[in-house]
């Protein structure tokens, strides 16, 4: 897939994803706080891992786009995502569950400040893969201004989590709970080897962003 074509499908997802969200459930912030009890015990961890099917940390969200909280929830519920744990709480979530709780964690913690430029520049092979899949034009300036809420930022995410979910958009029918349905995302990360999805995992990841764990009171 060549970059211009990359960037017309990004567009005309983009577009059609934001008047789908547009329709749905408005979320509450405070209601959200009241239905988080299954998010905290992985989410608001420091250092909190995965161990099955594999180890990796798991992502932060808090600071994460609200519709794209709801998205990736209404995906585990279908099935377009397969980890077991979150499709199995996704299954008992209602819409609204889902928006309110997007609202909760776009909320949760301190507002950072990102830097107009990424404090490390990628090197020449990692420059050129960002070319070649067009990311910024999807996740925006610094990868933390997605031009849709429904994308998600993914600077500063951990690299680890960052790599499985590539190779999980590359491999649909990687395993029973570890594919990702994604038509774009699929198609972009297929023009990758796992050794270059890792390294742009790791770059993305080692940069400043606004994504945070922000630790449960009682786990502190």
């Not at 932060?60 to 998205?71: K, L, R």
């Not at 930022?153 to 029973?176: F, M, T």
């Amino acid at each position: 897939m060549n970059k211009a074509l990359t960037i017309g499908w990004a567009v005309v997802v983009a577009l059609a994803t934001t008047t789908v969200f547009a329709q749905e459930a408005k979320g509450d912030a405070a209601a959200g706080a009241q239905k988080n009890a299954m998010c905290i015990g992985c989410h608001n961890i420091v250092g909190y891992k995965a161990s099955f099917p594999e180890v990796y940390k798991v992502p932060m969200i808090s600071g994460q786009n609200a519709a794209y909280i709801s998205a990736a929830l209404q995906e585990y519920k279908k099935g377009e995502r397969k980890f077991p744990t979150m499709r199995g709480i996704a299954i008992t979530l209602t819409e609204q569950d889902m928006a309110d709780l997007g609202a909760f964690y776009a909320a949760d913690g301190k507002q950072i400040e990102v830097p107009e430029k990424p404090a490390t520049e990628p090197g020449s092979e990692v420059a050129q893969l960002l070319e070649k899949g067009a990311c910024v034009s999807c996740h925006g300036e610094n990868f933390s201004k997605p031009i849709s809420d429904a994308y998600p930022k993914i600077a500063g995410q951990h690299p680890d989590y960052l790599y499985v979910s590539l190779r999980g958009y590359k491999n649909p029918k990687e395993g029973p709970y570890s594919g990702r349905n994604n038509g774009v995302m699929s198609g972009i990360a297929a023009q990758f080897s796992n050794n270059e999805l890792r390294a742009l995992a790791n770059y993305i990841g080692s940069l400043d962003g606004q994504l945070q764990i922000v630790p449960e009171p009682r786990f502190r």
